[in-house]
Antibody, heavy 119, light 110 residues
């Protein structure tokens, strides 16, 4: 079955950087677009970014544009999120998900990795 | 674009039906049927239960159904069961290279 496993979360000071990873198994990763979605403690879901199956297109939420970079390495079945200039408001659980079809629905989710931005 | 609007809470008794609304603007939904719904139990990852307005992934009970009229999408849960108690989120991709989520609805099974 499809499994997505995120890692790389932790506690970081404002202004610093962090890179999240998401290792996929049970699917042909190179055929899948992927999203990052986050959830602040006690809050709702917020879309962060999407990358096309081949990495040719990337789109970001306005809240992270210019600070976060999504990428994927199809040879390693791994999705990344490089997070620079972190802010307190970036504190959240970060989930990676698959992206399907033109509607970009998210049919598989990882369990998430927690990022805490605090001084 | 702001988040889609959902009621913060909904409740019904076991066996009854409940409908959760998700309201946006015409630009939030566009001309596409790109509405999906996710169920999230406490401490767990969200799970896809409806995609493209009214399609159910394999394994999701047919007690869950979706619809859309104008700028409002709806999720109906029929024959409520205790395990349906969870948070529910709607989502839309209006073809604008952006994804919107609703604020979430906490469903309580009385």
């Amino acid at each position: 079955q499809v499994q997505l496993v995120e890692s790389g979360g932790g506690v970081v000071q404002p202004g610093r950087s962090l890179r999240l990873s998401c290792v996929a198994s049970g699917l042909t990763f190179r055929n899948y677009g992927m999203h990052w979605v986050r959830q602040a403690p006690g809050k709702g879901l917020e879309w962060v970014a999407i990358i096309w199956y081949d990495g040719s297109n990337k789109y970001y939420a306005d809240s992270v544009k210019g600070r976060f970079t999504i990428s994927k390495d199809n040879s390693k079945n791994t999705l990344y999120l490089q997070m620079d200039s972190l802010r307190v408001e970036d504190t959240a659980m970060y989930f990676c998900t698959t992206s399907r079809g033109s509607s970009w629905y998210k049919d598989h989710w990882g369990q998430g990795t927690l990022v805490t931005v605090s001084s | 674009q702001s988040a889609l609007t959902q009621p913060p809470s909904a409740s019904a008794s076991p066996g009854q039906s409940v409908t959760i609304s998700c309201t946006g603007t015409s630009s939030d939904f566009g001309a596409y049927n790109y509405v999906s719904w996710y169920q999230q139990h406490p401490g767990k990852a969200p799970k896809l239960i409806i995609y493209e307005v009214n399609k159910r992934p394999s394994g999701v009970p047919d007690r869950f159904s979706g619809s859309k009229s104008g700028n409002t999408a709806s999720l109906t849960v029929s024959g409520l069961q205790a395990e349906d108690e969870a948070d529910y989120y709607c989502s839309s991709n209006a073809g604008s290279n952006n994804v919107l989520f609703g604020g979430g609805t906490k469903l309580t099974v009385l």
